[in-house]
């Protein structure tokens, strides 16, 4: 018999996790205004929220923090993770940040100015934000078949060439200062970008003068789908596609906290030397020197074996299988979960598990606050909450997927806690039709509200 996959490490830590009854999380969730995010952790059996900066640290990464240099200037450990990033990416430039965002802000207040349009393929939040709060567009033109949520498509975080082209052509190309492409594909579900669309992109952009810029959060496990799925990277490791992948950019934006399996950190990579020299200014303004750019010495050293870690082949496979063990079981309890299963995650569709429930009663969050009340599992909604407000007319905006997003940690948890989660969602489904109604806002943020909004149960 074929023998299965098993994670190639061992446990040598473990945390444990407090247990609370369905009437307390019933209280609970009521008094953080049914906003997942205002719950203690402490209350949150499995916590879902995030993949990101939750992941579980190797022996040889704690080993790192041990020998960390916190030299202010030219310390160790910066050279060792601009070492490994020069190796496993390929970029001879880079900025150390303190997590993702604010590498987005460091390179957009280079490149981005009011009035510009910045194309890509379902641009995360906190990317869109820093472009809209610039005044800017955020042009998303990721491939249709991305919003069909069962249609199976092995690579639904693709841009539309096409409609990229259209973009580009339509549009002075110095409004235009970059394309950014997400891997994979957060806000269309953990989906993965082709080499081959990637390399349509990359032929775009120098056609019409313009750059590529890679949002790399989850590039790794992008990595993982393309030796799977693309054909002709079968033999491949994950180090080759990788650093094939960011050969087709001029830079790359990384929070760490994903990929890498750090709690902390992010970057800026990049190719010419003096977008490197200009986003420096900006470095030293908002983050820190560039030599350490927010984050400590210790932690770049584990950022640096981070990055050789999440890109092999073994840890890969037995994190995406696990995404998918959870996936395949809601399947099989009927619960309508979005295909292919993505890489960190999986989503459900509000829409389709409650269908009499409008978006405008934000069904995705509904589903988040049911499951939480259930079994002490914390999601998180991709939806009307998330998709905030047209800057223009404050209208909300309905995206055409309404998703609760269940982000398994990495190196975290066993099949066992994917089974009790499964289990979890399938009460809520059983129970479905008993919802009557969904949620209201009280109070909203202008910006981002997702993290701060006030409900209530209409
Ligand atoms: N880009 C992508 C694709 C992301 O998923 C995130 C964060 C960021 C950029 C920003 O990075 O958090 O380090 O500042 N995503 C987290 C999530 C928050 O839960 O998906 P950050």
């Known amino acids: 018999m074929d023998l299965p996959y098993a994670e190639p490490f061992k446990i040598k830590s473990i945390e444990m996790l407090k247990r609370t009854t369905k009437e307390e999380r019933y209280s609970l969730i009521k008094e953080a205004s049914y906003n997942l995010f205002n719950l203690k952790s402490d209350y949150v059996y499995i916590d879902l929220l995030t993949d990101s900066g939750t992941g579980a640290m190797s022996d040889k990464q704690w080993a790192e923090i041990m020998i960390g240099d916190e030299s202010y200037a030219g310390a160790r450990s910066y050279y060792k993770l601009k070492k490994a990033i020069k190796d496993i990416l390929g970029f001879e430039y880079f900025l150390p940040t303190h997590q ?34 610039r005044k800017a567009i955020a042009v998303d033109c990721t491939i249709e078949e991305a919003f069909d949520s069962t249609l199976i498509h092995p690579f639904k975080g693709n841009v539309d060439l096409e409609k990229l082209e259209k973009v580009l052509s ?3 190309i110095e409004k235009i200062p970059m394309v950014i492409m997400t891997l994979t594909n957060n806000t269309s579900g953990g989906q993965p970008v082709s080499m081959k669309n990637l390399k349509g992109v990359s ?10 810029i ?25 180090k080759d596609i990788v650093k094939e992948t960011f050969s087709y950019a001029d830079g790359m934006t990384m929070s760490s906290k ?29 983050e ?10 210790r932690d770049m050293g584990a950022l640096a074996q981070g990055l050789d870690e999440g890109t092999e082949f073994d840890y890969l496979e037995s994190r995406i299988k696990q995404v998918a063990y959870l996936g395949q079981k809601m399947k099989d309890y009927g619960i309508p979960v979005m295909e292919p299963f993505g890489g960190h995650a999986i989503f459900v569709d509000a829409k389709k598990f409650f269908p009499h429930i409008p978006q405008s009663e934000y069904p995705a969050q509904l589903l988040g606050v049911e499951l939480y009340v259930e079994g002490g599992v914390r999601g998180v909604e991709i939806g009307t909450l998330l998709a905030d407000r047209d800057p223009v007319t404050r209208e909300d905006r309905y995206p055409k997927l309404e ?17 009790y989660i499964a289990a979890s969602m399938k009460n809520v489904f059983d129970r479905r039709n008993e919802y009557k109604n969904g949620l209201k806002i009280l109070s909203e943020a202008p910006i981002m509200r997702h993290f701060t909004v006030k409900l209530d149960k209409i």
């Not at 992008?222 to 079968?234: D, L, M, S, T, V």
């Not at 750090?262 to 490197?276: A, K, S």
């Not at 820190?288 to 010495?297: Q, R, V």
């Open 100 to 133: 993702g965002r604010a590498a987005e802000n460091v390179l957009f207040s280079v490149l981005v100015k009011e009035g510009d349009i910045v194309p890509g393929n379902s641009h995360f939040d906190t990317t869109k934000g820093h472009i809209e709060f």
């Open 170 to 172: 339509e549009n002075p």
């Open 203 to 212: 032929e775009l952009c120098k056609k019409y003068g313009t750059r590529l």
């Open 214 to 238: 890679i949002d790399s959060a989850r590039f790794a496990e992008n990595a993982y789908f393309i030796k799977i799925r693309e054909e002709g990277y079968q033999d491949k490791t994950i």
């Open 258 to 286: 994903k990929d890498a399996i750090v709690n902390m950190g992010g970057f800026i990579g990049l190719r010419d030397e003096d977008l490197f020299k200009q986003a420096s200014t900006f470095n030293i303004i908002y």
């Open 288 to 297: 820190g020197f560039i030599t350490y750019g927010g984050m400590s010495g």
């Open 403 to 419: 998703l609760l997003r269940l982000a398994i940690p990495r190196r975290v948890y066993t099949n066992n806690h994917m089974d």
